[in-house]
Structures are given as C-alpha cells and as structure tokens.
C-alpha cells in the first residue's frame, strides 16, 4: 500500500507541474497574441497615414499641373526638385486617390504645409477625380 501513495503522490506532483506549465504557456501565447495585433495595428493605422499624404501630395501635383498649367518637371522644381520629389514619385503621387472621401475634400491649401499666407490659384477643388476606395497597386516605393 504505501508504494500506491507513494505513486500516487509522484503522479500528483508531475500533473500540478505540468499544469503550471501549460498555464504558463498559456500565458505566454496571450502575450505574444497581444503584442503582435498591437504590432498589425500600428503598421494599418501608419499605411492610413501614409495613404493621406500620398493623396494630399498627388492632390496638390494635380493642380500644380492641371489648373496652374506646369509641366511636371516644373512641378517638381517648385517642390524642391529632384532632392526632394523625383518625376517617378510624382506621377506615382499624382495617380494617388484618397481612400476615404468622407475624411475631408483632400484639400492642401487649408493645411500648414501649403504655407502661410499662400493662396490657392482660384478655389479649385483638388478632389474632384473621385475616390476609388483601393490603393492604385503600385504601393509605397513601388518602382513606377
């Protein structure tokens, strides 16, 4: 009798060990659970920011080269040139819609970056293209 309690004993000791594992296991996995929809989340919530700006800067290419009538190369001269814009980027920019049209009129000219004291060129309304609700499929740093 006393080696059945004794097994018994063991047994119980393995299984209390074992269930302190897998709850520490368990544990674990609802951390790294956590951390990587954390993770999913910022890098979505950054493609959206990125996405506003594309389609604010093609907003602004667009009428730089539609209603002020400049060429493209000349557009990119007023933005810095090549340092600054590429004529690649910018005709990728320009193809640039906003993902989302009820997030504003994709307006520039309201925002800090237009400048201070800058006026628009007449009202133009940037935004007048339409939005198609998907990225164009040349994504970010896309060749071309």
């Not at 907003?59 to 007023?78: D, F, I, K, S, Y």
């Not at 504003?104 to 609700?133: F, Q, R």
Request: with cysteine; aromatic share 2%; glycine share 10%.
């Amino acid at each position: 009798m006393p080696n059945q309690t004794t097994r018994q004993q063991a047994r119980r000791v393995a299984l209390d060990a074992q269930t302190r594992m897998r709850q520490a296991r368990a544990e674990k996995e609802r951390r790294r659970s956590a951390l990587a929809v954390s993770v999913v989340t910022a890098l979505a919530e950054r493609d959206a920011l990125v996405q506003a700006c594309e389609a604010r800067a093609g907003a602004a290419l667009r009428a730089l080269t539609g209603a002020e009538g400049l060429t493209l190369r000349e557009a990119v001269e007023w933005c810095g040139g090549e340092e600054q814009l590429s004529v690649r980027e910018a005709t990728r920019l320009r193809r640039v819609e906003p993902s989302d049209p009820t997030s504003g009129d994709g307006s520039w000219a309201d925002t800090e970056e237009a400048g201070e004291g800058v006026e628009p060129a007449a009202s133009v309304d940037v935004s007048e293209s339409g939005a198609s609700g998907a990225r164009d499929g040349s994504g970010r740093g896309a060749a071309g």
